[in-house]
């Protein structure tokens, strides 16, 4: 059973940073993709971030661009979501993913973390 337990998220004020960690079950999802996805209240959940299993690419929605950075460490077994320069727009619950083969931006992830809260005040 592969479990993904993200840690990291918290209350901030607008302008701050945190970063969010995720870390796998098994060493496997080191040939993964992996992905960051967000939902906040009354929305749809969105994609975030990615990387490819080598982290040699990622992509990232064009809201977060220049203020988050994914990252990967395989020998650990995690992925990262350095969020910087936080709006009280970010205020969501952020979700990791896996997949195997190719990252995409959409939510069709073979495994999903259980969240965790990440608050923005103004």
């Known amino acids: 059973q592969v479990q993904l337990v993200e840690s990291g998220g918290g209350l901030v004020q607008a302008g701050g940073s945190l970063r969010l960690s995720c870390a796998a079950s098994?060493?496997?999802?080191?040939?993964?993709?992996r992905g960051w996805f967000r939902q906040a209240p009354g929305k749809e959940r969105e994609f975030v971030a990615a990387?490819?299993?080598?982290?040699?690419?990622?992509d990232y929605a064009d809201s977060v661009k220049g203020r988050f950075t994914i990252s990967k460490d395989n020998a650990k077994n995690a992925v990262y979501l350095q969020m910087n320069n936080l709006k009280p727009e970010d205020t969501a619950v952020y979700y990791c993913a896996a997949k195997y083969g190719l990252y995409t931006n959409r939510d069709s992830y073979d495994y999903w973390g259980q969240g965790t809260q990440v608050t923005v005040s103004s």
């Open positions: 990387i490819n299993w080598n982290g040699a690419r990622t």
């Open positions: 098994t060493r496997t999802l080191s040939t993964y993709a």
